[in-house]
């Protein structure tokens, strides 16, 4: 095995490891990181957006965070509707999953291409809840659970179960997810979900439209 699939191995390690109820260290409060470092879009980045965009935005989320499900649902709106859709803005998001349901779901969204991808994105972040539940009934969130959940999200994005499995077992998809949590955490410091790196400055926590609308339009009117 080359080195690099030994560190993504050790990732998919932590992150199975990993609970369900957290969204890292921070995730409720805006933190400045200082210290802005040059952001390249990379082939494998799932862009929303124009891609000439002269501002990008670059969320590390997790499928399982509360906070990241309250962003997209309160606030990606607003973002779309006066930045992306308008062209001023383009935002980039990277899976950093906390925990081995992230990962999976991460894994099955990336057999998505597009707007797809970005659409069942929003769906698992809506219904967070109802695929990250225990369908066994036995008091133990397992991996077949998990699955069951992704699978009635699939039926809803027009996946079947057998593509749904597929897609989450998929070891090129894992890589991709796995690749972005170890550059999240060694290029950018990043340690609790969401974090958005704004062109190139990174802000750590939760964030308000109020807030990010702040740090977007000065960088806009440039």
Same mark, same amino acid.
Request: hydrophobic share 40%; glycine share 8%.
């Given at each position: 095995?080359?080195?690099?699939?030994?560190?993504?191995?050790?990732?998919?390690?932590?992150?199975?490891?990993?609970?369900?109820?957290?969204?890292?260290?921070?995730?409720?409060?805006?933190?400045?990181?200082?210290?802005?470092?040059?952001?390249?879009?990379?082939?494998?980045?799932?862009?929303?957006?124009?891609?000439?965009?002269?501002?990008?935005?670059?969320?590390?989320?997790?499928?399982?965070?509360?906070?990241?499900?309250?962003?997209?649902?309160?606030?990606?709106?607003?973002?779309?509707?006066?930045?992306?859709?308008?062209?001023?803005?383009?935002?980039?998001?990277?899976?950093?999953?906390?925990?081995?349901?992230?990962?999976?779901?991460?894994?099955?969204?990336?057999?998505?291409?597009?707007?797809?991808?970005?659409?069942?994105?929003?769906?698992?972040?809506?219904? $967070?809840?109802?695929?990250?539940? %225990?369908?066994?009934? @036995?008091?133990? #969130?397992?991996?077949?659970?998990?699955? !069951? /959940?992704? =699978?009635?999200?699939?039926?809803?994005?027009?996946?079947?179960?057998? $593509?749904?499995?597929?897609?989450? %077992?998929?070891?090129? @998809?894992?890589? #991709?997810?796995?690749?972005?949590?170890? !550059? /999240?955490? =060694?290029?950018?410091?990043?340690?609790?979900?969401?974090?958005?790196?704004?062109?190139?400055?990174?802000?750590?926590?939760?964030?308000?439209?109020?807030?990010?609308?702040?740090?977007?339009?000065?960088?806009?009117?440039?």
């Amino acid at each position: 095995m080359n080195t690099k699939l030994r560190a993504l191995s050790a990732v998919a390690s932590v992150l199975l490891a990993l609970g369900l109820s957290g969204c890292g260290q921070s995730g409720s409060t805006l933190s400045r990181v200082t210290g802005g470092t040059t952001v390249e879009l990379k082939p494998t980045d799932m862009v929303h957006g124009n891609k000439d965009a002269s501002v990008t935005i670059i969320e590390y989320a997790s499928m399982t965070c509360p906070h990241c499900a309250a962003f997209q649902k309160d606030v990606i709106p607003l973002i779309n509707k006066d930045y992306v859709d308008t062209g001023k803005v383009k935002v980039v998001f990277r899976e950093y999953p906390l925990d081995g349901a992230a990962r999976m779901a991460s894994a099955v969204a990336r057999c998505l291409p597009g707007d797809q991808f970005f659409s069942f994105i929003d769906l698992l972040f809506k219904n $967070q809840m109802n695929w990250i539940k %225990d369908f066994d009934g @036995n008091g133990t #969130l397992n991996k077949e659970d998990i699955l !069951e /959940g992704l =699978t009635q999200m699939g039926r809803i994005a027009g996946m079947s179960a057998d $593509q749904v499995k597929s897609c989450a %077992d998929d070891m090129k @998809n894992l890589a #991709l997810v796995d690749g972005n949590w170890m !550059e /999240g955490q =060694t290029k950018f410091n990043v340690n609790s979900t969401p974090t958005f790196i704004i062109n190139g400055e990174s802000h750590a926590g939760e964030i308000s439209y109020a807030d990010l609308k702040k740090i977007l339009d000065p960088l806009v009117k440039k």
